[in-house]
């Protein structure tokens, strides 16, 4: 049966395996636009001073961000990448109406597909999922805009390990392809002689 395969070219023994791996990064690609944005979605966003409710759905790691340039129910907003001097802003539990500890957090300023511009100023930790938690501010006059998202270390664990469940399989075969293959190509080329 090997005898009527027909001989193979000269770069088919390396393309098929590079093919098989750029499948496998297309099939990673796919799964990482549509697994990873959910994570870092924003909870919810909101003006300061004042207060506004967020709806948390999982326990665990949470930040608030100051927009630096942002935009809501179509007013813009601009601020320096820091807070000013003397504001305070509390996160609260509705069962337990005491302020949960926050941690101050200061990060690069990203920016958003948007065009938005946020830095990270406070992390906490939510300890109930899907309720309505309070952000309130206090000591501040100008009117700045602030929003919520998870700090997900767990889902992006797992996001990682999902990558490499794609990849894997698809590396093996293309190494597994390109030894077939060379070798068919070694045989193809003793039985030419």
């Known amino acids: 049966m090997a005898e009527h395969l027909k001989p193979l070219k000269q770069l088919d023994w390396i393309l098929a395996p590079i093919a098989v791996v ?14 990873f ?3 870092f979605a924003e909870k919810g966003r909101g003006v300061i001073p004042g207060s506004f409710p967020v709806t948390l759905d999982r326990v665990g790691g949470y930040e608030i961000f100051l927009y630096t340039a942002g935009r809501m129910e179509g007013k813009k907003y601009h601020s320096p990448p820091e807070l000013p001097e003397g504001v305070k802003i509390v996160v ?20 958003l597909d948007s065009g938005e511009k946020q830095v990270g100023i406070l992390r906490f ?14 000591g501040i006059s100008e009117p700045l805009l602030i ?12 996001g990682v390990f999902a990558q490499l469940a794609i990849i894997t399989p698809f590396a093996a075969s293309a190494v597994a392809l390109f030894f077939f293959l060379l070798a068919r190509q070694a045989r193809d080329s003793s039985s030419a002689e």
């Open 22 to 35: 750029l499948l496998g990064i297309l099939l990673c690609f796919i799964h990482a636009r549509s697994f």
């Open 37 to 39: 944005p959910p994570i």
């Open 92 to 111: 609260k539990e509705p069962s337990y109406q005491q302020a949960l500890p926050t941690a101050e957090k200061r990060s690069r300023e990203r920016v």
């Open 125 to 138: 930790q939510a300890p109930v999922a899907n309720v309505d938690y309070q952000i309130e501010s206090d």
């Open 147 to 158: 929003g919520v998202r998870p700090r997900p270390f767990i889902p992006i664990v797992w």
